[in-house]
């Protein structure tokens, strides 16, 4: 009987399931089809758990990021923001500032000058918006790639003053359903919470399940430029393919030439290569994996949460896990394998 296609990616997961995380979805799509799905595990592994199915959500981390960065963009094409002027006139807290040059563009490549972030003890009692706003530069804007927790902050400001709305979530939500992620949101609320992969205990929150994960956005209330998002695979796959789309043919709900320029090298360093929200394949050592193409983007999720897009293979890889719920290890390993499997499937259909 001959081995099904993607056999080797449920491998690589059954292998680690109950040491790396209790909870894995991984779904495959090429040519924006459906290849493979399939979830894995229960929702805990420290007490009464639920079984986890293809739809169920996950505490997105850092791919919040790159569904708000796809917001602004939508507001750039609307005229509501410009890529490449300085914010100040948004953010008026920047006048007069280091950061009066600072602009979207810089922002979504990683390279305003921000702090990678803060010890949230630190920021116990404070207004973390302000902070992030406030806190003085690392470096010159455009000078070097800091990846930016706070710079995200400061985006979540930017995109909810754009939109004109009270709140960031009043902003991503609405958007993001009418483009047909209706499954991804931020602070899950009522039973559905019991369904949502737990991540961490720790000795400040005790056990953490469906309140956001990320220390300073549980200080934001839960909502936040640079985590904050719940979301099923299908969604994260569904953000892969509003980019992926313009570079195949296919129709998509953003501008065509913003989604083009998303994903094209905007900044870099040594390590780094930045498109706009988006991360760029570097060397072969990272969570890519060596088969991807040497062009592919995507993003990775402190939880445990990945998506990776090979343009020339019409291929997108997304793997939700919770892997903090065993410990903050790296699981790069586990992300490049799946990749490498759904790169060796693809290739002999």
Request: aromatic share 6%; glycine share 8%.
């Amino acid at each position: 009987m001959p081995t099904p296609p993607f056999a080797e990616i449920d491998d690589v997961l059954r292998d680690a399931l109950g040491t790396r995380f209790s909870a894995a979805v991984v779904r495959v799509e090429q040519g924006g089809t459906l290849r493979h799905e399939r979830a894995f595990g229960r929702t805990r592994d420290d007490g009464p758990a639920q079984p986890v199915y293809a739809d169920s959500r996950f505490d997105l981390a850092s791919l919040t990021k790159v569904f708000v960065a796809t917001v602004a963009l939508a507001l750039v094409a609307r005229g509501a923001l410009a890529l490449d002027a300085p914010l100040a006139h948004v953010v008026p807290e920047w006048r007069d500032t280091d950061h009066a040059t600072i602009t979207l563009r810089r922002i979504l490549a990683h390279d305003a000058g921000f702090k990678s972030g803060a010890d949230y003890r630190t920021l116990l009692g404070s207004n973390v918006e302000q902070f992030a706003l406030t806190e003085p530069l690392a470096a010159r804007v455009g000078e070097r790639v800091i990846y930016s927790d706070l710079g995200f902050i400061a985006l979540g400001t930017v995109v909810a003053r754009g939109a004109k709305t009270a709140s960031l979530a009043r902003a991503v939500e609405p958007a993001l359903r009418s483009w047909g992620a209706t499954d991804t949101a931020y602070r899950p609320a009522g039973r559905a919470r019991l369904a949502i992969p737990a991540t961490e205990t720790d000795a400040w929150r005790g056990s953490v399940q469906a309140d956001v994960h990320d220390e300073k956005a549980y200080l934001m209330g839960g909502v936040a430029g640079h985590a904050g998002l719940f979301g099923t695979a299908r969604d994260v796959a569904l953000l892969g393919e509003w980019y992926l789309a313009p570079l195949r043919g296919r129709a998509t709900p953003l501008d065509r030439l913003l989604a083009r320029e998303a994903v094209g090298e905007q900044a870099w360093d040594a390590v780094l290569r930045r498109g706009l929200g988006w991360a760029l394949k570097t060397t072969d050592d990272n969570s890519a994996g060596p088969l991807m193409a040497p062009d592919a983007f995507g993003h990775t999720g402190f939880t445990g949460t990945s998506v990776w897009v090979d343009t020339q293979r019409d291929l997108t890889v997304v793997l939700l896990t919770n892997a903090v719920h065993h410990g903050r290890s790296d699981i790069k390993a586990i992300r490049a394998a799946v990749a490498d499997a759904a790169v060796h499937a693809a290739d002999r259909a």
